[in-house]
């Protein structure tokens, strides 16, 4: 029986599949089982797996068909074996490095009370340090979700960043909620927090998530703003588990703030109608109103900041301008 089950869910993940694989074996922690589930991928895929399938603690699947990222992932949580202890997602282009599971594993054994761990981590070229002051290993699961509510973002990361202790409830079904499309991993997270579990965390950099321009995270959401609507979206949903009615009241009025100062920003987008249409037809999927009077008044207020202060104005129009034909040359 293994402790942690690892999993990767992977399509055309040939490039960088090797390293992700190499840096599970490589682990100075070895009680674990390893599920790969290929998402019927057309490349390479399959052979790298195969060049590593002496490890018996390896566990290769095929989805039957081609799903999408949330339902690729949900499947391949199903597969972990019953008996195991905790549950560490490892995206296909990503790296743990040598003492992530000893160190995680060594946080949630001292502490049943936790539900995850984190860490220290490298998202591309900058390392994120959030999380509770040194030494301090452990924290409610309460303050975790408030530091996020509150802005802190990076303390949650990614899917690669975490142990996640079982049984996670769900992990049978649909773990990642498919209404947040681009940021289902950060709704998990406040969800299995919501309870009243701990967050453990280690003060080391343990994970290397990668971030390249194909990436879906790195182009889809930065262009669309996914970000500032799925996450007004959670604060939405679980925010009033963690906060006052006053504090929810006035969290939200910050969100919907800048939501609307975003969408007065799509109007000037080169592609503001792939934008508008995005966030429109999301709109009733994720619970968020927008009435006819908010957008108006952030386009007004929007225009009267662009009067305040023309030069700052002129000049964020001018980056913009100049970043959309880079991206068209």
């Known amino acids: 029986m293994a402790l942690v089950s690892v999993v990767t869910p992977v399509y055309n993940g040939e490039e960088y599949l090797g390293e992700c694989i190499a840096s599970v074996l490589n682990q100075s922690f070895s009680d674990w089982e390893y599920v790969i589930c290929d998402n019927c991928s057309t490349d390479h895929t399959r052979e790298i797996i195969e060049s590593f399938s ?18 690729s992932f949900n499947r391949a949580a199903s597969l972990v074996s019953r008996e195991a202890k905790y549950l560490k997602f490892l995206c296909a282009d990503d790296m743990m490095f040598r003492d992530c599971l000893e160190l995680m594993v060594a946080v949630a054994d001292t502490n049943p009370s936790v539900r995850m761990v ?13 999380g509770p002051p040194f030494p301090q290993d452990l924290v409610s699961g309460r303050k975790v979700s408030r530091w996020f509510f509150s802005g802190r973002k990076g303390v949650l990361g990614s899917e690669t960043n975490h142990l996640i202790r079982l049984p996670v409830e769900l992990v049978r079904g649909n773990l990642f909620d498919d209404s947040f499309a681009m940021h289902s991993d950060t709704e998990l997270f406040i969800r299995l927090l919501q309870n009243g579990g701990d967050f453990g965390f280690v003060h080391q950099v ?8 194909t990436s879906v995270s790195s182009t889809q959401s930065r262009i669309l703003g996914t970000g500032v609507l799925e996450y007004s979206a959670i604060v939405a949903k679980h925010g009033p588990g963690f906060l006052t009615t006053n504090e929810m009241r006035t969290l939200m009025r910050a969100y919907k703030r800048a939501y609307s100062h975003f969408l007065f920003r799509s109007l000037l987008a080169s592609r503001r109608k792939e934008i508008w249409r995005y966030h429109k037809s999301n709109w009733d999927r994720l619970g968020m109103t927008m009435n006819s009077l908010e957008i108006a008044s952030a386009v007004l207020l929007g225009a009267a900041m662009c009067v305040a202060k023309p030069v700052d104005s002129l000049s964020r129009l001018r980056r913009r301008h100049l970043r959309t034909r880079r991206k068209r040359l």
């Open 54 to 71: 002496g490890d018996k603690r390896i566990r290769v699947y095929s989805n039957p068909k081609l799903l999408s990222v949330l339902d």
């Open 118 to 130: 984190g860490s220290y981590k490298i998202e591309g070229q900058r390392a994120v340090v959030e």
């Open 206 to 213: 343990l994970t290397f998530t990668r971030e390249h321009e």
